[in-house]
């Protein structure tokens, strides 16, 4: 996968945790909301999955784990300086 795939990937990917964040505007019931939070957990731990296989790839990643976003803060160059 190349760099800008992956940027591309965690940029739906935060689409996605924005997305889910917005429900809470909504009025849904508390049923609604309980069979959400599972959703919400994996979103976040494919939040930290992406970052370390964005990292890997000399990306400066960061994941919240809360909401599941990652924040892209620079590039490293090819020799992993920033």
Same mark, same amino acid.
């Given at each position: ?16 945790? @924005?997305? &889910? ?21 994996? &979103? $976040?731990?494919?939040?930290? $999955? ?15 784990? @809360?909401?599941?976003? &990652?924040? &892209? ?10």
């Amino acid at each position: 996968m190349t760099k800008e795939a992956m940027q591309n990937l965690i940029k739906k990917h935060n689409d996605v945790v @924005q997305f &889910i964040g917005t429900l809470g505007d909504v009025k849904v019931s508390a049923e609604v909301v309980m069979r959400l939070m599972p959703m919400s957990s994996k &979103i $976040a731990s494919l939040g930290l $999955a992406l970052t370390h296989e964005a990292r890997e790839m000399g990306i400066d990643a960061k994941c919240c784990m @809360q909401s599941g976003e &990652i924040s &892209i803060y620079q590039e490293a160059d090819a020799n992993g300086k920033e």
